[in-house]
């Protein structure tokens, strides 16, 4: 018997402390019934909620703000790259301008080379010309020459025929 008395008291021991942790637990129930009924639970819930919706509203803020900054940011970075495009547009004009006019340069060059070519070419077709009309009057000159003895030879030959 010993032995379940042993039990007895045990099951009332956790019985007395069941029943302490459920007067508490009471307690504090009674309490937030008290508090709904006065309504200063609900005036707690408000303040809680009213305290979040203004850190929700400060933390929107912020978000606007760091949207604002990174908008004028992105604003920043296209104007730049705009700005590059533009410098880099004029490089490349410049460089087109300078390449045209080193090739009309070029152009002319080859154009004067081959003018030089040509007057050089015209030179010694004009020597040439020079060199055979100079034999064209030799030879003409010569011709004459023969003509002329021809003609003698002949008149000789004639007068020689009429003399007899």
Known sequence: MNHISGKL??????HKT??????????ILKKEVADFK????FKQIRREHQKLVDEYRRQIKQLNLVI???HKDVKNAWKWCEEAYEDALKELRASMKEMKRALKEKKWLLSERDREQALSKITD???ENSELKTQLYDEQGRNKKLLAQLNRDYENSTSLILVI
């Open 38 to 41: 006065s309504g200063e639970r």
């Open 9 to 14: 008291e045990q099951l009332l021991a956790l």
């Open 18 to 27: 069941l029943c302490k942790e459920y007067e508490k637990e009471n307690k």
């Open 125 to 127: 077709l004009c020597r």
């Open 68 to 70: 604002e900054g990174l």
